[in-house]
């Protein structure tokens, strides 16, 4: 028994022997002091046009703009409000999504353009959906407490988001109802 365990112990030894030969495998990342970390703070730009700065903006237009925007969609066939996760009550249709509205203020908005997507996206206010969604065309709108949002302006995405999702009879009944 007793050489038995001499035995173990010699071949233990060896492999800490060889494994400190080894030179050690590098992940590609750098030492965790040397790190950099990203800077999550969001930084505000002067912009103009739909999203320019008005004085008396803020906060209270930004519950105003959500209201009067979840009205509208609210106001279009067979929709309704879908609550997905805290902080959210979207917009959609037959329990397909056609506008994320985020509850906590800021404002920020979340709908799918296909055929505007590419102008959307050149705002400043804009970028592409997380999570995938950018790839099918979803934008993005983020506005600063100081911005007022451009309402008129995301009535046409929230109608264009709706017949991007909306099923063809729906989309048909919308057309009929605005001649």
């Not at 730009?45 to 008396?56: D, L, V």
């Not at 902080?87 to 979340?110: C, Q, W």
């Amino acid at each position: 028994m007793a050489a038995r365990k001499q035995k173990t112990n010699h071949a233990r030894a060896r492999n800490s022997a060889r494994t400190a030969q080894r030179p050690q495998r590098s992940s590609g990342r750098p030492p965790a002091s040397t790190r950099k970390t990203r800077d999550t703070r969001k930084t505000t730009t002067t912009t103009t046009g739909p999203q320019a700065k008005r004085p008396g903006a803020g906060l209270a237009a930004h519950q105003r703009a959500l209201t009067e925007l979840r009205a509208f969609g609210l106001g279009l066939p067979e929709a309704h409000t879908k609550s997905p996760w805290p902080g959210h009550l979207d917009l959609a249709v037959r329990d397909k999504t056609f506008a994320y509205l985020n509850a906590e203020m800021p404002l920020s908005i979340s709908c799918k353009l296909p055929q505007s997507c590419h102008e959307a996206l050149g705002l400043p206010f804009t970028t592409p959906t997380g999570y995938g969604l950018g790839k099918s065309g979803w934008v993005t709108a983020n506005f600063a407490a100081t911005d007022a949002p451009p309402v008129a302006f995301l009535k046409a995405w929230i109608e264009e988001s709706y017949r991007a999702q909306a099923p063809k009879r729906l989309v048909h009944a919308l057309d009929a109802r605005q001649k």
